[in-house]
């Protein structure tokens, strides 16, 4: 019983971080803001989080281990299809937490950076080339700067629709990546 409680207690202080941060930057958001949006005392709040840092890291630990989980449900990829199944399920998810990825297009944002996400998933595709080519050696210049150039790509045209406010639906976003990632692989 005791961990179904703490389990909504912190996903009410979560919720209530993240409203706060539509309207707001973490470093003007206060604990006594969250715990009155979350209907509980400063003291519950300090029973779960040391800080509103911590929390955030705990949001952004958990959104980085979805989105590893997103993409190891798609690659390695049999044929485009996995690509195909990755975008649309990535720029899913970036649309259910717009508040959270809107910090990627903050300039006075220093937690998630387009550097973290972006390093992040050049990690990931990096790992991917190498699966893909059995290559059993360290990463070339040449792989990395691979690897970098496809991540930077698609990050790009992610950012630029979260800084306009994600007025495309995600199937639309997704469909227009895809697109010009089968272009590039055509070329």
């Known amino acids: 019983m005791g961990d ?14 993240l409203t706060l941060l539509d309207t707001k930057t973490i470093s003007k958001i206060t604990i006594l803001e969250i715990t ?16 509103i840092y911590a929390l955030y890291e705990e949001i952004e630990k958990e959104m980085f281990e979805r989105m590893d989980q997103l993409y190891d449900e798609s690659f390695p990829i049999q044929d485009r ?6 975008i ?3 720029t899913d998810y970036i649309y259910e937490n717009r508040t959270l990825f809107r910090m990627l297009a903050d300039p006075q944002n220093t937690l998630l950076t387009p550097n973290t ?20 050696h360290p990463p070339t210049v040449f792989e990395e700067t691979e690897s970098l ?3 930077s790509g698609v990050f ?18 997704s469909l227009r990546i895809e697109q010009l990632l089968m272009k590039l692989e055509e070329e």
Not at 81 to 86: E, W
Not at 117 to 136: C, G, M, N, P, Y
């Open 4 to 17: 179904r409680r703490a389990v909504r207690t912190r996903a009410a202080i979560k919720q209530a971080f």
């Open 36 to 51: 009155e949006r979350a209907n509980i005392g400063r003291g519950t709040f300090y029973l779960h989080y040391q800080d």
């Open 81 to 86: 299809r996995g690509v195909v199944h990755f």
């Open 88 to 90: 649309r399920k990535l």
């Open 117 to 136: 996400f972006k390093d992040f998933f050049k990690t990931k595709v990096l790992q991917e080339i190498l699966t893909e080519r059995a290559l059993s």
């Open 149 to 151: 150039f496809i991540v």
């Open 156 to 173: 790009g045209v992610i950012q630029n629709w979260i800084e306009r406010g994600m007025e495309e639906e995600p199937t639309g976003m």
